[in-house]
């Protein structure tokens, strides 16, 4: 098993661009997360997915984040346009259902100029 | 206040020495975690607990579900152990991180 897999791993872009990170999650979980990491705040729940369908969706900051999960093996994190405070590590992680551990991808560094 | 406070923020020891970073919450939760994240690397969670205690290697962790507290330990601590600890608790399906533990474990 390949684990969860993010792309791209970094990612350098300037204020205004639109930024896509993906993420393909372990076959047969059923949950996906997206995470943001900063030094100030730690690590925050943007948004997650059962079986391909937005459940909570709190953490999104602003109407500038949208989050996609169009089948179970593929999601998609949009910013658009990007600011250069949403400079942060993007973690995504799949779960099989809340009785089992959480699988993390190794993460895509943002860095917005 | 925060719903998940770890302590100590950072700790030091010596390579051999018994290293316990512990967790409290404040929340009704169905599981708590401990990840484990080196610098500038990805997070492995290193166990998912909802009662007693588990082992794995040189890890062990613990949970008390009436007094909501956890506790990780390291036995023969190593410089490889040198991470940031961090303790996640489970709520409706969504986890809820303390700020972490950031050990260093010099030789």
């Known amino acids: 098993d390949a684990g969860v897999i993010q792309s791209p791993r970094h990612e350098v872009t300037e204020m205004g661009q639109e930024v896509t990170l993906r993420c393909k999650p372990i076959s047969g979980h059923n949950s996906l997360f997206w995470y943001r990491q900063t030094m100030m705040r730690g690590l925050e729940l943007l948004i997650y997915f059962n079986n391909n369908v937005p459940i909570d969706d709190s953490g999104m900051p602003e109407d500038r984040f949208s989050a996609k999960m169009p089948n179970a093996s593929f999601s998609t994190l949009k910013i658009q346009p990007s600011e250069p405070r949403d400079s942060a590590v993007y973690f995504c992680?799949?779960?099989?259902?809340?009785?089992?551990?959480?699988?993390f991808g190794s993460g895509t560094r943002l860095t917005v100029v | 206040k925060n719903e998940v406070e770890q302590s100590p923020q950072n700790l030091t020891a010596q390579e051999g020495e018994f290293i316990t970073i512990n967790c409290s919450y404040s929340v009704g939760i169905s599981a708590l975690h401990w990840l484990q994240q080196h610098p500038g690397g990805g997070i492995v969670s290193l166990f998912m607990?909802?009662?007693g205690k588990k082992k794995h290697g040189r890890l062990i962790a613990t949970i008390n579900i009436q007094e909501k507290h956890s506790s990780l330990h390291i036995t023969a601590s190593h410089p490889r152990d040198s991470a940031v600890y961090i303790c996640?608790?489970?709520?409706?399906?969504?986890?809820?991180f303390g700020t972490g533990t950031l050990l260093a474990v010099q030789p």
């Open positions: 996640a608790v489970n709520r409706t399906n969504k986890l809820i």
């Open positions: 992680a799949s779960s099989k259902d809340r009785n089992y551990g959480y699988t």
């Open positions: 607990l909802s009662s």
